[in-house]
């Protein structure tokens, strides 16, 4: 059983960054997406950043590319997401999840198979 445990979030004034962490564990694959995804209040879930575990290769959110960096530790079965020049629009709760290889492409989070928990972000003065 894939477990995902997010680590990270806090509380942070806008222009402001934060480095979130996912501890993976359980992959059965070598070869799968993950990402982290996020959910405002109030609104729906949606595809933040992903990463490709064969090669790495990424996919951003638009109103995120140039701000947030997706990385991959894999001696740890780690995931990182680094965000700079937060917005109080990042607002939201983030979660990691993984699902099949293909799905980092669009970084659906309907493709996503497992979920962690979850971990708060607030941008705010």
């Known amino acids: 059983q894939v477990q995902l445990v997010e680590s990270g979030g806090g509380l942070v004034q806008p222009g402001g960054s934060l480095r979130l962490s996912c501890a993976a564990s359980?992959?059965?694959?070598?070869?799968?997406?993950i990402g982290w995804f996020r959910q405002a209040p109030g609104k729906g879930r949606e595809g933040v950043s992903c990463?490709?575990?064969?090669?790495?290769?990424?996919y951003y959110k638009d109103s995120v590319n140039g701000r947030f960096t997706i990385s991959r530790d894999n001696a740890k079965n780690t995931v990182y997401l680094q965000m700079n020049s937060l917005k109080p629009e990042d607002t939201a709760v983030y979660y990691c999840?993984?699902?099949?290889?293909?799905?980092?492409?669009?970084?659906?989070?309907?493709?996503?198979?497992?979920w962690g928990k979850g971990t708060l972000v607030t941008v705010s003065s």
């Open positions: 999840a993984t699902g099949p290889l293909m799905y980092y492409r669009t970084c659906s989070h309907y493709g996503m198979d497992y």
């Open positions: 359980g992959f059965t694959s070598d070869y799968y997406s």
């Open positions: 990463i490709s575990s064969r090669d790495g290769r990424t």
